[in-house]
């Protein structure tokens, strides 16, 4: 059964390169432009995984992704973060609010494509 997917991302065009990327490997993916969207979509449907900006307006991935994690019903979630806010410490600030893994925009469709099957493989 195909896995299903929640894409967090603000910019359109990414969002919809991505979202054709991943259904293009048999995943089920939704797509949600903000933070607060994809917290209130979590809590109201079961998803396997998600792949979540970290720059998004107003909630940022870091909380969208401690808030997640913090609740029993979508803790079980992985999030793979996609961000062009390169830090040196990025993949530890993101390890340190729960997510599997942090891609580096801009990637080559393999990275994320890459990271998603090991984390969320879909069987």
């Known amino acids: 059964m195909a896995k299903t997917l929640l894409l967090v991302e603000d910019m359109p065009e990414s969002a919809e390169l991505m979202k054709?990327?991943?259904?293009?490997?048999?995943?089920?993916?939704?797509?949600?432009?903000?933070?607060?969207?994809a917290l209130e979509r979590a809590s109201n449907k079961e998803y396997d995984g998600m792949v979540l900006d970290i720059m998004l307006p107003r909630v940022d991935g870091f909380e969208v992704c401690r808030r997640?994690?913090?609740n029993p019903k979508t803790a079980k979630i992985l999030v793979i973060c996609v961000t062009a806010f390169s830090v040196p410490d990025i993949k530890q600030k993101t390890k340190k609010v729960g997510a599997e893994e942090v891609i580096l925009k801009p990637f080559e469709p393999s990275d994320l494509l890459n990271a998603v099957r090991k984390h969320i493989p879909n069987s």
């Not at 259904?23 to 903000?34: A, I, L, R, S």
């Open 20 to 37: 054709d990327m991943l259904e293009m490997e048999g995943y089920n993916v939704d797509v949600v432009g903000t933070g607060e969207e």
């Open 68 to 70: 997640i994690k913090a």
